[in-house]
């Protein structure tokens, strides 16, 4: 135990993310970078498990065809980074070469078999697909969520992890809180993430759905969408709305928009009530952490 706290592996956990994990891991796959354990290894595919902490789902099956008839010629290069389990091996990176690898009708393959932990394995899974920006917005915010669900980071931990700013990741995070046919719109490419984050103002997950299908058959622009969805906040039910309670003072407007712009969420004051919305404990938290609150209230 004390060994591997000492190993490559153990202070570059702490020192690359942000950094490069790709060259991290071209070094322990190629040029017999330090980590625990490391063990080159020929194995039968059929004894590879799938990585349970892989965040990306969708592979291009052209991509991989290419790959395949690549590999058919010339083999694995590249070997794949696995670890020793109870019966067989997990495969820590090298997926695409994996599913090459059988299209192309080999029985087992070149690796290299490392000591890695479920922490290691999350860490570096996620953080190879991000910085290879292999990830789709979806599968990019729903890899950021399992770091703060499985590994207790807060919004600030996870951004200084990942190497990207907290507001980036706070609005990653968000993209979570859409329907999830829209969010299958983003994954299937028939809408970006400029298109449906506008979406996020909208009160329920019917408008938001409505709102995505509109955009997404009228193949409207992101300038076009923001205009939409603007109309659609300021439109005929707000207006009914305020002409049965009283115009609310510009200033106070004013701060409940910047509120809403600082936390991402709506923000409404009444009298001398502020209410800010949040949709579940992980938003409470984000909120909380902005405010400055988050350590404060986990004391």
Same mark, same amino acid.
């Given at each position: ?6 190993? =490559? $592996? ?14 991290f $891991? ?13 063990? +080159? /290894? ?8 799938? &990585?349970?902490? %892989?965040?990306?789902? !969708? ?11 690549s590999?058919g010629?010339? =083999? ?17 990176? =090298? ?6 690898? *059988? ?20 860490? #570096?899974?996620?953080?190879? &697909?991000? %910085? ?5 917005? #979806?599968? !990019? ?10 590994? =207790?980071?807060?919004?600030? *931990?996870?951004? +200084?992890? /990942? ?18 046919? /829209? ?6 490419? %028939? ?10 103002a ?36 707000? *207006? ?15 701060? !409940?928009?910047?509120?809403?712009? *600082? ?10 009530? /502020?209410?800010i919305q949040?949709t579940?404990?992980?938003? $409470?938290?984000?909120?909380?952490? $902005? ?6 209230? &986990?004391?």
């Amino acid at each position: 135990m004390a060994d591997k706290k000492k190993s =490559g $592996l153990g202070k570059g956990l702490t020192s690359i993310f942000g950094a490069d994990v790709e060259q991290f $891991l071209d070094d322990i796959q190629n040029n017999g970078g330090d980590a625990p354990g490391r063990k +080159e /290894v020929e194995i039968p595919i059929a004894e590879i498990r799938a &990585n349970p902490y %892989q965040p990306r789902k !969708e592979f291009d099956e052209k991509s991989l065809r290419e790959l395949a008839d690549s590999i058919g010629v010339h =083999g694995i290069f590249t070997p794949l980074l696995v670890r020793r389990s109870v019966q067989g091996y997990e495969l820590i990176a =090298g997926e695409r070469r994996l599913r090459a690898a *059988k299209l192309a009708g080999l029985t087992r393959v070149p690796a290299i078999s490392v000591d890695f932990t479920d922490e290691e394995m999350m860490e #570096i899974s996620i953080l190879e &697909n991000v %910085q290879r920006e292999n990830l789709n917005p #979806i599968e !990019e915010a729903a890899a950021y969520e399992s770091l703060i669900k499985r590994l =207790g980071y807060t919004q600030e *931990k996870l951004a +200084e992890r /990942v190497g990207k700013s907290r507001e980036y990741c706070a609005n990653m995070l968000r993209l979570l809180r859409l329907p999830q046919p /829209v969010q299958e719109m983003v994954t299937e490419k %028939q809408l970006t993430m400029g298109h449906v984050r506008p979406l996020l103002a909208l009160e329920d997950e019917d408008e938001m759905f409505e709102a995505a299908e509109k955009i997404r058959k009228e193949k409207m622009s992101v300038r076009e969408v923001e205009r939409y969805i603007k109309e659609l906040t300021g439109g005929d039910r707000k *207006k009914q709305k305020q002409k049965k309670e009283p115009e609310k003072d510009p200033l106070i407007r004013d701060i !409940e928009n910047r509120m809403s712009s *600082k936390l991402g969420t709506k923000v409404s004051i009444t009298g001398k009530t /502020v209410n800010i919305q949040f949709t579940d404990t992980a938003d $409470l938290n984000r909120i909380l952490e $902005l405010l400055g609150m988050l350590e404060e209230t &986990n004391g």
